[in-house]
Every structure is written in structure tokens, then in C-alpha cells.
């Protein structure tokens, strides 16, 4: 079984996010692999651990990436490819989708995992246009999987509920919180991890321009969101505060 | 001189801390509250291949380097001192002396147990009248036929309570001085064994520090570590090793208490403003978190010089010296930015504070550094 | 040129995302001298059209197929691409729930449309679009604009208005070939009871740590009955195993905007403030008089909220009559 799973490094969800230029600022950002896709990597490592095969871990980033990279192959993924290109430094998703799935044309999968969406721009987009790109189906936002024969069934999450669906392989899977528990590399793990195969290709050598990777959303500024105002604490009584409280929502706040 | 972390130092870092927060931080109160042995994170650990960071792979080791050792060791401690110990002492005093000084069947046996976490180790040297002066032992061992036969008490012994093995310094021959000290390896599982009173202490309350009792206790005589008479030798070498673990330990209680004062002094409004803003505040910041940042250097040089072959225990002496002062400093720097609210056990600064005391203490004194840095100058 | 709208409606019901992208279509529409149309698909859904010409579109075109009667992802973008090939729109519009978020991102892959997801505004200025989406979870507001021919976006659900409109509403027929899909719904389950739905709640009552127990989150849910709001938490109680994670509100979870959002013995952590920090009335009822939360809460109530949320309820009670 062949599983190309696809990460995204990104800034540590607590960082604290500074704007610089117009742009967010990368200055002193703790960076980790998109929590959302190390649930896709977990499913990967468990899936080849169980059926056998190869679990190969694909990003597009910079020579920061390879950290996020050597990380998933301490937890047990085979081998690792970065795509790193200047004409990639200001892509879209539209950019990122359509390099992944030009590495992806000349690679053997049966299953392809990514998260189901990045912290960072928070645009859930890569994995659905992944798989419009490779023509394949998708399953976005699953919290199980279930490998069956030529298909998988898995449950996903839809507003106010879930719905189980079968999906025909090889296919595109998106994986939300809930899909597993995802494991620390281990010791012996990073050990290994040094000597796995990490291969930075180009936009050259994958057959594209700079141009079939222009992005089609291009950012005009970055601002930080204005400070929300503490309001007033209410002192006194437990039944006066209450009081006092419901008062101002219909009176002031207006919100029942 | 390259200041960097390599690719394992760096990946060590991020799996530990992310493992303390979400598995170590959680128990750590009720780890102190309750004298509570966190055997459930050991057993994690293990499994981790904490158990035996340097030990080479052929030993279940995971033959990684000393200053990965230190990492590792100071992200557990910076949320829970006594997880830290646990893992140090079987590492450092248990692993390292057979790693060093054991034969091939007692490697494949006694340390692939131990780097693996199937058993646990922990050292008796210390003894009611031999402390610092680990020369005066009274604890003996006679040959008789194919076992030794071991005989006294070893107090203040880490990991006491729970090891599987002990890694034993005794005497074979009081006329010889040093030289009549000789190591065992001691199977605990043993009817000549027990374990004797446990001690209620100030803090890392989650370790056992255990009395152990060894009553025509047999052994058998290829359990000898190392060579006949070489045993003081080898406890001062495993104890050079064992400060680095120490210092690393050290680190990561300061770091709490940095990290903890800093958040809280951003937080903690006085006057109309956080208190972090006070010039007071601010100076006891910065010269905690300079003092920890130098104790860091020492610490991860005298690691590198382990993980190089050159001597190091000028280096591990000083850096424990000044890792376990700082570590001190800034618990009682932190309980007095956090004021009365540090006091208390709504918040674990003073956890921290009880916690710091015994990196002074155990594994040599800061005296007894002293000792040992400024006989390397002036030898 | 035209803007495009999917009307998005599950189970023969049109949903509350669809009457807020409408609504916003129309207003962009009007700014832009622009007509609005609006696609609906699915199966026996003639008669919502109806119900969408209250919000002022031009022509609302009916997919009307049994093949989609569930929502699957190769029928759902065959048709609005095949519809968006047609009408070739300067715009199109879907809301920002699980349907959107799956659709539009295969539906621009395939027209090689640039899209900007989540978004909280969108402005017409000089004959172009600014679309404005929060990143790094609100951390920070970025604006884009899309440089392809036909632009996408998906909108915030409870971030748009509602306005109804007046429009020509003529309603036609839209069919073209739709695939045999390569998914196949197995089995639907709509949590959450009476409730209405997270991201669509005009209040939300949320729980976290402080409650110290699961069974705190009845009372939780008595306040939510009360108010007919929705029961969120935050990660600490997910993380505790009380409460499922698709209730988990925060960077990791869902992203709400409701009216009004209780947060009940919850610290405020930076990673919950981005999930529900463009709430417009925040209160927060914590013990800790340092808790995050009350640095973002509208009003704060400091104390035991074992005390202070069955008081409430006596009071909503009393005043709700």
C-alpha cells in the first residue's frame, strides 16, 4: 500500500502574530508541523504499519520546511519530498495544489492523506483542489477510516452532525481532530529519521513555470484585528449581579 | 563554534516539550500532593526510549548524544522535578555505569533492561556515614564460593523504592582503602534484600528516597561491575555523568519559575498597570533569565565534551553548581513577583521553590562542587 | 456580469448560510450594477425557490435531479460548474459551512478560479473585489484580491445579514450531465437534538475547565434551553473527554461569531479567543478574578459559576415569563 501524505509547516498556534510591511511576521515564530496534518500522517504510519507499504510525506515550503519534514519521518513515514521554488515563496492555495499534484502524476499512491485545513490561512482549499487536480474523490473533515476493498468508508464531519461515506480508491482524505491520537517520535525514531531520504525538487524539475504556479488570490495587506475592549466586571450579591446582568443585555447590549 | 541545534537536538526538544506539557504538566500537582510514583508516564517514557538516551541501540539504548540527554531531562523537569529525576537517575547512574564499566552479558542483560524501562535502576552508594566522603562505606561484600554476599544499609537512594536493579558500591576490603571498593549490579528480587524506611521530604515528592537493606543478600559473583577495587572509581565517574543530568534538572526548574513569573508579572495589574512594567520586576527578570542562559551554556558544553571524549568533570561540577543556584534563585525570585498568590499552592511556584533545594544537595553538594572545580584548577 | 450564489439546502431545507450569502450577493450585486443569480440543487427542491425570491436575485436556475438528492462532491460540482460555465459570473458566492467548504475549492480548482475562503467582508471598490478573511484564527485580518476571471469566495456563516429584496425572480431550469459519483452516503446523523447548530447560533452557552466535572454541562445545557442557544466548549473540557470535539470552540475547532456567547469556567485561553472573539457580546463568568476572559468579556462575572449560572437561569426564567 502507497500513502502520499501532505503537510504544511506553520507558526505554533500560540504564537503570537506581528505585522511587518503589510505581511505577518515570521520573526521568532516557533514553527511546527499543521496540527490538522500530523493526524494525516498518524493515519498514514498506522495504515502502513498495519497493511505494510510505504508512507511518503510531501510539502511545499522552504529550507525551514524540512524540519516539519524530518518530524514526520521521526514519527515513521518513509521518505519525504519538498517542493521549494522562488515563484512558490508568494503562492496561493491554487499554487500549492497544482505543484502537489504535478509531483503527485508521477508517483504510485492508493490513498493520499492531508489535514483538513492549515492554522495558518485557515482556507481548507489544498486537499479539495488536490484532488480535482489528480481527478480523484474526496473526503474532507473525516474522524475515522475504514480501509475496505478498492474503497474505504470512513465519517465525516457536516454541520450539526456527521455522515459516513464510502469513497472509491485511490482517493483524497482530509483528516480532522478525532481521526487517532497522534504519537511522539521516538527516540529511536529521530535516530532513524536522520538517514530517510528528503528530496528538495524544483518547479524545473517537476515541468512547470514559474506561471502555472501564479497564484490567483494574492494578498493586499495583513493588519492586526482591532483589540477587543474589556468591559465591566459585575460586583455584589450572586442575585443582584444576575439581575443587573440580564438588565444590560436587553437594554444595552440588546442581544435577548 | 556553531550555537545551533542539530536535527535530533532539535526534534528531541519539540517531542519532550510537547510530552511534558500534555503528559507530565497534567499530574504533576497530584505527582507532589500525593507522594505519587507517575508510574503511567515511566512506563510512557519507556516506551519513548527515554528510559536510555545514550545507551547505544545493540543495548536498547537510543545512542543518542549527552546534550540530547540534557534536553530531554530539562523539558520533563520544567514541568514535574521529580519525572525528571526518575528518568535522570535511571539514565545517568544506573545505565552509564554498566555502559562504561559492565561486561557483554551484563550489557545484554542488566543495561538492555534498564535503557529499555523493562526495569528500573537506581545507584546505592550513599550510606548513613558516607555521604560526600563515598570512601567511608561500611556496606560490605563477601566472597563465598561462586556469590558475593552483601551486607549494610544504603540511604537516601532514588528510585528506591520502585528499581528492579541497583547498581551497589561496597567494600571487599576495608584494609585497602578506596581500592578495596569494588560495583555490583544487585537483581532487587532478592530475599536477602528489602527495602527499609522511606523518607517524607521537602520536595520531588513524587520520587521515592528509599533506606535499602541488604541482610546476607547473595549474588552471583559474575555480577562484580568492573574490575576488582575499581568500584570507587567507578561511583566517582557515574556521579561526574550523573551532575550533568542534575544541572539539566536544575534548568528546567528554572525555567518554570522564569516563565511562570514572567507570564504572571504580565498579567498581575498594580497601580493601574502589570507589574511587569515596574523597573523591580523587570531587573530580577533579567538577571534570572541571564543567569539561566549561562547555566544552559555550561550545562550543554559539559555535555558536548561527554559526547566528545574529553574530560569533563571540572565542566558537569560547574555546571550543576550554577544550574542547581539559579534554579534556586529564581523559585525564590518567583514566589516573590508572584507575592502572596506564590505562597500558595493555587499556583505551583512554590512546588518549584521545595523542588529547587535538592539540586543543591544530592549528587554532590554545591560544596562538594566546589571542591571538585577547584581541585581541577589547582591540580 | 453577474454574480453567482449556491443556495445551499440539506435534506429539502434551505439553510441559514444561504439566505446570508444571498443577501450579501444582492447587496454586492446592487454595488457593482450587477444582476445576482442564484443556483439551487437537489432533489424535489422546486418549491424552495419560492422561499429564495424574497432576497431579490434576478433568476434563480433549479438543478432539480434525483442524483442529487444527497450532496456528494462529484454531482454538487459537476452542476455549479457546468452552471458557472454558462453564465460566466464575475463572482461566486457559497457560505463558508461543510458543503461550501468542500464544493468551492473543487469547483475553483477545476475553472482554475482563484478563492479566498471564510470570508468576514467583502468590498466593491474601482470595479474590483477586496475579499477580507481572518488568518492565523483571527490573529490577523488579511484582505486579497483575486486576479482570474471568474472570482470565488465562501462567506462566514452569522457574519452577513439577512435583508429581503425585491427582484424580477424569474425561475428557470438548469440541467447538464452529472457523473455517477465515486462517494456514496451511507448514513446521515444530525446531532445536537432541538439545538440549533453551532456556527449558525445566535447564542452560544459554552463550558470549559472550571465546570470540574462532565455533569457540569447540564446546567450548561439549561442555560442554552432557556436562551435557545447552542452548547459549545472549549478544548480543555474536550480534551477532559466531557464533550465531543465537534462542540469544541476555539483554533482548533469551530470558529462562531454568535450575538451573544457565555463562556462558562472557561480561562480564555489565546487559542478559544480565536475561536469566538468577533462574538458582538462576550460574557464571561469565571472564579478567577485574573482569568483571561475577562479582559474580552463584555460583562464579567466574577464567582462560582455553580452559583451564579442556576441564578441566571431563575432570572431568564422570570423574564422570559
New interface residues.
Given amino acids: 500500500m502507497k500513502i502520499v501524505t501532505c503537510i504544511k509547516q506553520t507558526?505554533d498556534?500560540?504564537?503570537?502574530?506581528t505585522?511587518e510591511n503589510g505581511k505577518?511576521s515570521d520573526q521568532g515564530v516557533n514553527l511546527i508541523v499543521n496540527?490538522?496534518d500530523e493526524f494525516a500522517v498518524e493515519e498514514s504510519i498506522r495504515l502502513k504499519e498495519k497493511n505494510g507499504g510505504e508512507v511518503v510525506v510531501v510539502s511545499v515550503g522552504n529550507d525551514k520546511t524540512q524540519e516539519a519534514l524530518r518530524y514526520c519521518l521521526a514519527m515513521g513515514a518513509d521518505r519525504a519530498v519538498l517542493i521549494q521554488d522562488p515563484a512558490l515563496e508568494n503562492g496561493?492555495?491554487?499554487s500549492a495544489?497544482v505543484a502537489l499534484a504535478k509531483l503527485l502524476a508521477d508517483m504510485e499512491y492508493d490513498l493520499i492523506f492531508c489535514g483538513k485545513e492549515a492554522?495558518?490561512?485557515?482556507?481548507?482549499?489544498?486537499?479539495?483542489?488536490?484532488?480535482?487536480?489528480l481527478d480523484l474523490?474526496?473526503?474532507?473533515?473525516i474522524?475515522s477510516f475504514e480501509l475496505g476493498d478498492g474503497q474505504a468508508?470512513v465519517t465525516r464531519?457536516?454541520?450539526?452532525?456527521?455522515?459516513?461515506?464510502?469513497?472509491?480508491l485511490p482517493?483524497v482524505f482530509s483528516a480532522?481532530?478525532?481521526l487517532n491520537e497522534v504519537r511522539y517520535p521516538s527516540l529511536p525514531g529521530i535516530m532513524k529519521a536522520k538517514r530517510k531520504e528528503l528530496k528538495v525538487v524544483s518547479l524545473a524539475d517537476l515541468g512547470l513555470s514559474a506561471e502555472d504556479v501564479a497564484?490567483?488570490?494574492?494578498?493586499?495587506?495583513?493588519?492586526?484585528?482591532p483589540p477587543?475592549k474589556?468591559?465591566?466586571?459585575?460586583?455584589g450579591e450572586?442575585?443582584e449581579?444576575?439581575?443587573e446582568?440580564?438588565k444590560?443585555?436587553?437594554e444595552e447590549?440588546k442581544?435577548? | 563554534m556553531d550555537f545551533s541545534y542539530t536535527d535530533e537536538e532539535r526534534m528531541m526538544l519539540q517531542m519532550t516539550r510537547d510530552f511534558a506539557e500534555k503528559t507530565v504538566k497534567p499530574l504533576a500537582a497530584e505527582v507532589d500532593k500525593n507522594h505519587m510514583y507517575p508510574r503511567q508516564t515511566v512506563a510512557k517514557m519507556a516506551e519513548l526510549g527515554l528510559m536510555g538516551v545514550t545507551v547505544p541501540p545493540e543495548y536498547e539504548g537510543a545512542g543518542m548524544s549527552n546534550v540530547c540527554y540534557s534536553i530531554a531531562i530539562e523539558e520533563l523537569s520544567r514541568h514535574c522535578a521529580a519525572t525528571g529525576v526518575i528518568v535522570s537517575v535511571n539514565n545517568s547512574l544506573a545505565c552509564e555505569p554498566v555502559k562504561l564499566f559492565g561486561n557483554e552479558e551484563q550489557k545484554k542483560k542488566y543495561l538492555a533492561d534498564m535503557a529499555s524501562g523493562r526495569k528500573l535502576g537506581c545507584l546505592g552508594l550513599t550510606e548513613p556515614n558516607a555521604g560526600s566522603d563515598a570512601a567511608n562505606l561500611a556496606t560490605t561484600a563477601v566472597l563465598d564460593g561462586n556469590e558475593w554476599v552483601i551486607n549494610g544499609r544504603k540511604i537516601f537512594i532514588t528510585n528506591g523504592n520502585e528499581a528492579d536493579y541497583c547498581i551497589l558500591i561496597a567494600q571487599t576490603d576495608k584494609s585497602k582503602g578506596h581500592r578495596g571498593i569494588c560495583a555490583f549490579i544487585v537483581d532487587l528480587d532478592n530475599p536477602g534484600f528489602q527495602v527499609g524506611t522511606l523518607e517524607d521530604k521537602l520536595g520531588i515528592r513524587g520520587t521515592s528516597t528509599a533506606e535499602l537493606v541488604f541482610e546476607d543478600c547473595r549474588i552471583p559473583r559474575e555480577n562484580l561491575l568492573g574490575e576488582l577495587g575499581k568500584g570507587f572509581r567507578i561511583a566517582l565517574t557515574t556521579l561526574d555523568g550523573g551532575r550533568i543530568g542534575i544541572a539539566s534538572q536544575a534548568l528546567g526548574i528554572a525555567r518554570a519559575a522564569i516563565e511562570d513569573a514572567t507570564a504572571y508579572a504580565k498579567?498581575?495589574v498594580q497601580f493601574g498597570k502589570p507589574i511587569a512594567n515596574l523597573q523591580a520586576i523587570q531587573w530580577m527578570l533579567a538577571d534570572l533569565t541571564t543567569e539561566y542562559e549561562a547555566a544552559r551554556l555550561l550545562t550543554h558544553r559539559a555535555a558536548y565534551l561527554k559526547d566528545q571524549g574529553q574530560p569533563y568533570a571540572k565542566e558537569a561540577a560547574m555546571a550543576k553548581l550554577m544550574a542547581s543556584e539559579v534554579a534556586m534563585k529564581a523559585t525564590t525570585k518567583g514566589i516573590q513577583i508572584l507575592g502572596g498568590y506564590g505562597y500558595t499552592t493555587d499556583y505551583p511556584m512554590e512546588r518549584y521553590f521545595r523542588d529547587a533545594k535538592i539540586t543543591e544537595i544530592y549528587e554532590g553538594t554545591s560544596e562538594i562542587m566546589r571542591l571538585v572545580i577547584a581541585s581541577n584548577i589547582l591540580k | 456580469m453577474s454574480i453567482v450564489v449556491f443556495a445551499e439546502q440539506?435534506g429539502g431545507t434551505l439553510?441559514k448560510i444561504t439566505y446570508e450569502v444571498v443577501s450579501e450577493g444582492k447587496r454586492l450585486a446592487a454595488a457593482a450594477g450587477d444582476s445576482l443569480k442564484v443556483l439551487l440543487a437537489g432533489s424535489d427542491v422546486a418549491g424552495l425557490a419560492e422561499e429564495l425570491k424574497k432576497f431579490g436575485a434576478d433568476e434563480i436556475a433549479v438543478a432539480n435531479d434525483a442524483a442529487l438528492a444527497d450532496y456528494t462532491?462529484?454531482a454538487y460540482?459537476a452542476v455549479l460548474a457546468a452552471y458557472i460555465q454558462q453564465e460566466n459570473p464575475g463572482l461566486v458566492l457559497l457560505g463558508h459551512?461543510?458543503?461550501g467548504?468542500?464544493?468551492?475549492?473543487?469547483v475553483?480548482?477545476?475553472l482554475?478560479?482563484?478563492?479566498?475562503?471564510?470570508c468576514i467582508d467583502v468590498k466593491f471598490a474601482d470595479g474590483d473585489y477586496?475579499?477580507v478573511?481572518?488568518?492565523?484564527?483571527?490573529?490577523?485580518?488579511?484582505?486579497?484580491?483575486?486576479?482570474?476571471a471568474v472570482k470565488m469566495a465562501t462567506l462566514r456563516p452569522n457574519v452577513f445579514p439577512v435583508e429581503e429584496n425585491a427582484g424580477a425572480g424569474s425561475v428557470v431550469d438548469f440541467s447538464t450531465e452529472i457523473p455517477a459519483?465515486?462517494?456514496?452516503?451511507?448514513?446521515?446523523?444530525?446531532?445536537?437534538g432541538d439545538r440549533p447548530?453551532?456556527?449558525?447560533a445566535d447564542?452560544i452557552c459554552s463550558g470549559g475547565r472550571g465546570l470540574g466535572n462532565p455533569d457540569g454541562f447540564q446546567l450548561i445545557e439549561q442555560l442554552a434551553d432557556i436562551?435557545g442557544a447552542a452548547v459549545g466548549s472549549s478544548r480543555a473540557a474536550v480534551d477532559a473527554g466531557w464533550r465531543?470535539?465537534?462542540f469544541?470552540v476555539g483554533?482548533?475547532?469551530k470558529?462562531v461569531s454568535p450575538?451573544?456567547y457565555i463562556a462558562c469556567g472557561i480561562s480564555g485561553a489565546?487559542?478559544h479567543l480565536a475561536g469566538m472573539?468577533s462574538s458582538?457580546?462576550?460574557?464571561g463568568i469565571n472564579k478567577d478574578?485574573?482569568a483571561?476572559i475577562?479582559?474580552?468579556?463584555?460583562?464579567?462575572?466574577?464567582?462560582d459559576l455553580y452559583?451564579?449560572v442556576p441564578?441566571?437561569i431563575?432570572?431568564?426564567k422570570e423574564?422570559k415569563g
Avoid at chain 3, 459519483?181 to 445536537?192: A, D, F, H, I, N
Wanted: glycine share 6%.
Fill in positions: 507558526f498556534t500560540e504564537a503570537k502574530i505585522i505577518v496540527p490538522y496561493d492555495n491554487h495544489a492554522v495558518d490561512d485557515g482556507a481548507a482549499q489544498v486537499p479539495s483542489r488536490l484532488a480535482e487536480k474523490p474526496q473526503a474532507n473533515v474522524t468508508t464531519e457536516i454541520d450539526g452532525g456527521t455522515e459516513t461515506l464510502e469513497v472509491q482517493a480532522q481532530k478525532g497564484p490567483k488570490a494574492e494578498l493586499v495587506q495583513a493588519e492586526l484585528p477587543r474589556a468591559g465591566r466586571v459585575l460586583k450572586v442575585e449581579v444576575v439581575a446582568l440580564v444590560l443585555l436587553q447590549a442581544v435577548i | 498579567e498581575r | 440539506r439553510r462532491t462529484d460540482a459551512s461543510a458543503i467548504k468542500d464544493l468551492a475549492p473543487r475553483a480548482a477545476r482554475d478560479a482563484g478563492l479566498v475562503s471564510d477586496a475579499f478573511h481572518p488568518i492565523y484564527a483571527g490573529k490577523a485580518i488579511a484582505t486579497y484580491k483575486v486576479n482570474s459519483p465515486r462517494t456514496k452516503v451511507l448514513e446521515v446523523k444530525q446531532q445536537g447548530e453551532l456556527t449558525e447564542i436562551l465531543d470535539h465537534q469544541q483554533q482548533t475547532g470558529v450575538n451573544l489565546i487559542q472573539g458582538k457580546c462576550i460574557i478574578p485574573e483571561n475577562f479582559n474580552v468579556a463584555d460583562y464579567g462575572i466574577e464567582g452559583k451564579v441564578a441566571l431563575e432570572k431568564l423574564v
